[in-house]
């Protein structure tokens, strides 16, 4: 990063776990955060937990009508209320409603989104460009201070396009994504790694809050360059599979 | 066992793959199959390979309606067919026509049946009883000449219960169980185990069909003795969690 970073202090952070109701690691967190906020504390600002898709959560399913974590661009968002609309347009008004409103000052200050993977990748730190200064700042310090397993960073963001995310509900943002773990399933494991990244970040607002002053920086991240399908057959029907070295050699064992 | 093994020879075998519509090693297998059965091909018997639930299958879902693998009870199989009855119930009594009928001497010599788990148990071979001489048999050889990693042996029928499963319409049967694999994802290593265990069990019948003696012997089989839930919340939901250690030793590696 080529900036230091010089922002106001955060007052206000939520973390959304069950934005997809059938990745279990963020709905125990959420859930047990919601009994007992207390790790949660940090002297200087205020967390917020809460459940993204309630009633994706109760059946245990990625969404009701449409995926939530596609449903926060404007457009929804100022849409009026129709009786057919999916379960999701109408959550999305109210998480807007409650952190927000999306690109205005009243909005809270960060917001955090809890996922998992099937895929066997570790850690993954989504953020939605490198022009976010604090989130990146925020990967930086988790590298560095973070050492269950590697933290990869993804830039999600297409130049261009539209933030459509949860988390583009707060001013600045970050998503958490754990793997490998089956959907439906709680692993130990990844459920004590996400809540030492949710540790480790809290840490670092904490210390920017403080004035501790964090230099400029180089740091590896990822975007998309590009699509690739799977092999099919002439049926539309996929013939490949992910290579068992790369399912199962993860790179840091 | 207390006696050896002195049985007809085998000559019709078939193979289930998606009795369950999410569980992708076997559902894979039967369509590679079905599109090229060479390698299922042994001297002394034919063996068909067939899609369990292909509604299912089409959905990714575990069913439709109901779970195909608990439908083949005789009420169900002898039921009235109806107009608003699950769609598996149908389903159930197709598979007892073409490869039934349960009980009776046309029914199929013998019934392989191909499922996945998320647990990480590694391979589980699925037998309806001890009494089930064949496939006990097919176990012990199983054990001796696979090796990719333990195949612990499940006795599943409780005293006195009757045979609901699938393979219960053929004359003998066995279910493959592999984990770990998430719902909906195909690992190529769990792929090449449940080939290479099918591959073995089908040995065993060439070996057993060209007159080769199996000899008594003693073998370690899992029964159950009792269910234990999870601790729960006053609210019903569970608190909390298997431990890692338990979730990651698989006890072989």
Not at 210 to 221: D, H, N, R, S
């Amino acid at each position: 990063m080529a900036a230091s970073c010089r922002l106001k202090p955060l007052s206000r952070v939520a973390v959304s776990g069950g934005t997809h109701g059938n990745e279990m690691s963020g709905i125990y967190l959420a859930k047990h955060w919601l009994r007992d906020p207390m790790e949660l504390r940090r002297g200087s600002f205020a967390v917020t937990p809460f459940l993204g898709n309630p009633r994706a959560i109760e059946k245990c399913e990625r969404y009701v009508g449409q995926d939530l974590n596609h449903t926060f661009t404007t457009e929804l968002l100022s849409s009026a209320e129709a009786e057919d609309e999916p379960y999701e347009v109408g959550r999305a008004r109210e998480i807007n409603q409650t952190y927000g409103p999306k690109g205005s000052a009243q909005a809270f200050d960060f917001m955090f989104d809890l996922h998992n993977t099937t895929a066997n990748m570790g850690a993954c730190l989504i953020v939605d460009s490198e022009e976010s200064l604090l989130p990146m700042h925020m990967c930086h310090y988790i590298q560095t201070h973070y050492k269950w397993s590697p933290c990869r960073i993804y830039l999600y963001k297409l130049p261009g396009e539209e933030t459509y995310s949860i988390d583009s509900v707060a001013k600045a943002g970050l998503a958490l994504e754990l793997g490998p773990q089956p959907q439906r399933v709680v692993r130990a494991d990844l459920f004590a790694q996400m809540r030492a990244l949710m540790a480790c970040a809290l840490d670092f607002i904490e210390l920017f809050n403080k004035g501790t002053v964090f230099p400029a920086f180089e740091i590896e991240a990822y975007k998309i360059t590009g699509r690739m399908d799977y092999p099919r057959y002439p049926n539309g029907e996929i013939s490949a599979m992910v290579h068992p070295k790369l399912q199962v050699g993860v790179g840091w064992e």
